[in-house]
Structure formats: structure tokens, C-alpha cells
């Protein structure tokens, strides 16, 4: 039997599949951050599709962090009913579901938080995204934001949290020196850009103790120059281990200057080996690095996922994309429907999103 349907766990987190949906933003929230029926709703497919651990898209730990409109949030306790019913319904279908606690620094929406931008260092307007930089004393009001989120899921009834620190937003922003030119004990060298980051982390042991499961996503690099590199990365990931983490999620790029390798970027892979777009940087963690990787990034057929783990490439698969158009995919595959993922990669999933119509797939519609 493959291993990719092989029961497995992360901590106390027992899954039926090495099946991921990685976080994705899926404009679906109410206005004020809440959860939406149409969110639950889409997060029951998922369950039923098969995927044996489910990642919601990026949460907002604090109101100036908010990314954009409908996104969703857990920055106050009147969160917690509409994030409870998630969770119920994830598990009546059978479910496992972790909430991604995020911060978007630079790249939050003035216009929407009606607050000023932040991120490690200032960056001025002209070159995009402006902000203003985060004080000591902010950046631990954050680091504690992170921790009493984290609370908040666990007490809605998810599996597990996800600390988003990848794709240029806030933690990402503070590892990467393309971002981040501080001076101090947060800026410099690789351990210092890595403070927040620990800190976070350990305010949110603190909060929901050492048997809950907490993993973060990381880029594997920025592919911007002078950006975070595959090194850095790989000490990021060490010291997460010595810390405690329970699992990394490996994506790459950034929403701002990463070019053909942003975290969006566009193109149906046309063969196996371009299918996987950080396998050496996964190759690489796993030679230095113990805990279980999920590796995203372009895998569309079963048996290029199947190949990453017999290899030992990735210890789970995380699918974005591919189940924004089939939802039910991994359930296609377990019952002996091999044919790769139809998602062609074109981005235009991005067209309904900005305009509050939510996360679908407009070939379909076509």
C-alpha cells in the first residue's frame, strides 16, 4: 500500500493521510473577521474530499495586521463562535483542521485596518509596500497577540495552529534582510532576525502547553536579492527544532519582487521534476533537520507526491491550488483515479477573490 494513505501524527495530531491543504486566502469571512457559513462551507468539501489535515487561510492575530477584506480573523474573543462551528463541522465530516495565525507587516490594507502599516524597518511609500517600523515595545504587544490567538483556536476546537512565516508577511518580513535593516537585537545577523520568531513561538507554548500541536510555514528563500536564502533558512529551522516546533510547512517567494518565483507564480508544470519547485531546499532540510516536512510548491500528480515520500524528500504532501479546483482530489486518488490535478495554475482564481465573491475556480464556470 502506498504511504501516502498511511495513518500518521504530528504530536497528538493523528491524521488518516499524508494529505495537507496548505493555507490559502479564500475571501470568505464577514467583514468584521468572522467566520462566514460559505467558509465552513468550503471547509466541510475539504473534509469530505479527503484531505487529512486541513490549514485555513491566514488568520489575523491583530486588527493592523489584517491583510485584506473578507479575510478572516482571531484577534478577539467574538471570533470564537463562528471559528467553533468550523471546527464542529470539520470534525462531523470526519476532519482534522489547524488555523493559520498570521500578521501581514507591510502588506496589511490601510484602507481596510484604518491603521498604519508596520514591518521591521521603515520603507517609504514609493517603494511598495510603505511602512513604519515597529518599535521593541510593539513587536512584544504582537509577539503576545500571536500567543493569545493561538488560545483562541485551541479553545474553538482546532487540531492545531500554524505560525505563518512565509511569502514577505510580518515574520517573514523580520527573516529576510531584503526587509528587515534594524540595528538592534532583531535585525543583523540570522539569530537575531530569528528573535520574533522564537519569541513567538514560545508565547504560544505558554499559552496552549506543550501537547498542542503548533507548526509554521517558512520560505525555503525569498528569491529576492539580498533576500532570505536556503542557508539562513535551514538555521531559521534548527533552532525552531531546539525551541520545540512540532512541524515546517516549506513554500518560497514573496507577494512583492519575486518575480517568476513569487508565492503566486503562474504556470501549469508541464513535466515531473517541475512539478516540485523546492525540492532541493527540501532535500536539504531533511539531511539537517528532524521534524516532519510539508513541502508545497507545484506537486499536481499522485505519482510525483508518492515519489517525494518513498525518497524521503517530505513526510507530507500540501496541496494549495489543485483543491481550490478539486476539493474532493485526494479522495479521487485514494479510491484508484490516478489522472494529475487539473488546476492549470493561471491565477484566475484571483478574479472572483477581489471581488468578494470568495475562493472557486472560473474554468469551472466557464
Known amino acids: 500500500m502506498t504511504k501516502l494513505f498511511e495513518q500518521t501524527s504530528i504530536k497528538s495530531l493523528s491524521l488518516a493521510n499524508r494529505f495537507v491543504r496548505s ?12 467566520c462566514s457559513p460559505k467558509l465552513i462551507d ?3 468539501k475539504l473534509a469530505e474530499g479527503g484531505v487529512g489535515l486541513i490549514i485555513t487561510g491566514h488568520a ?8 485584506g477584506p473578507w479575510q478572516m480573523g482571531i484577534h478577539s474573543e467574538a471570533m470564537l463562535p463562528g471559528l467553533s462551528r468550523m471546527t464542529e463541522a470539520v470534525h462531523r465530516a470526519g476532519g482534522k483542521i489547524a488555523l493559520q495565525l498570521a500578521h501581514s507587516g507591510c502588506y496589511a490594507l490601510p484602507q481596510v485596518t484604518n491603521m498604519e502599516a508596520v ?7 514609493e517603494k511598495a509596500p510603505g511602512c513604519r517600523e515597529l518599535s521593541r515595545e510593539e513587536i512584544r504587544v504582537i509577539c503576545d ?3 493569545k490567538a493561538a488560545l483562541r483556536a485551541k479553545s474553538a476546537g482546532f487540531d ?10 510580518l515574520l517573514s518580513e523580520f527573516l529576510s534582510p531584503f526587509f528587515n535593516r534594524r540595528a538592534d537585537e532583531y535585525g543583523g545577523c540570522i539569530e537575531n532576525r530569528a528573535r520574533i520568531v522564537l519569541e513567538v513561538l514560545r508565547n504560544i507554548r505558554k499559552e496552549v502547553g506543550e501537547g498542542f500541536p503548533v507548526l509554521i510555514k517558512l520560505n525555503s528563500e525569498d528569491f529576492i536579492k539580498g533576500g532570505l536564502s536556503v542557508d539562513e533558512m535551514l538555521c531559521v529551522a534548527a533552532m525552531l527544532e531546539v525551541a520545540g516546533i512540532d512541524a515546517v510547512e516549506l513554500s518560497g517567494g514573496t507577494i512583492y519582487d519575486s518575480g517568476d518565483y513569487s508565492s503566486i507564480r503562474t504556470g501549469d508544470p508541464a513535466t515531473p521534476e517541475q512539478e516540485v519547485y523546492y525540492r532541493e531546499a527540501a532535500a536539504r532540510f531533511k539531511e539537517k533537520i528532524g521534524v516532519p516536512l510539508l513541502l508545497v510548491g507545484g506537486i499536481r500528480s499522485f505519482g510525483v507526491a508518492e515519489d517525494l515520500i518513498d525518497k524521503g524528500f517530505a513526510d507530507y504532501i500540501s496541496l494549495c491550488r489543485p483543491l481550490i479546483r478539486e476539493p474532493g ?4 486518488w485514494r479510491d484508484g483515479d490516478l489522472r494529475r490535478a487539473t488546476c492549470l495554475s493561471e491565477n484566475a482564481c484571483f478574479g472572483p477573490l477581489l471581488k468578494g465573491e470568495g475562493l472557486f475556480c472560473v474554468l469551472d464556470q466557464q
Open 23 to 34: 493555507a490559502a486566502w479564500e475571501g470568505m469571512a464577514e467583514t468584521d473577521g468572522s
Open 42 to 44: 468550503l471547509m466541510v
Open 60 to 67: 489575523y492575530v491583530s486588527r493592523e495586521g489584517q491583510a
Open 119 to 125: 514591518g521591521p524597518s521603515a520603507r517609504p511609500p
Open 145 to 147: 497577540a500571536f500567543g
Open 160 to 169: 492545531g495552529v500554524q505560525i505563518h512565516a512565509a511569502h514577505g508577511y
Open 329 to 332: 482530489l485526494v479522495g479521487r
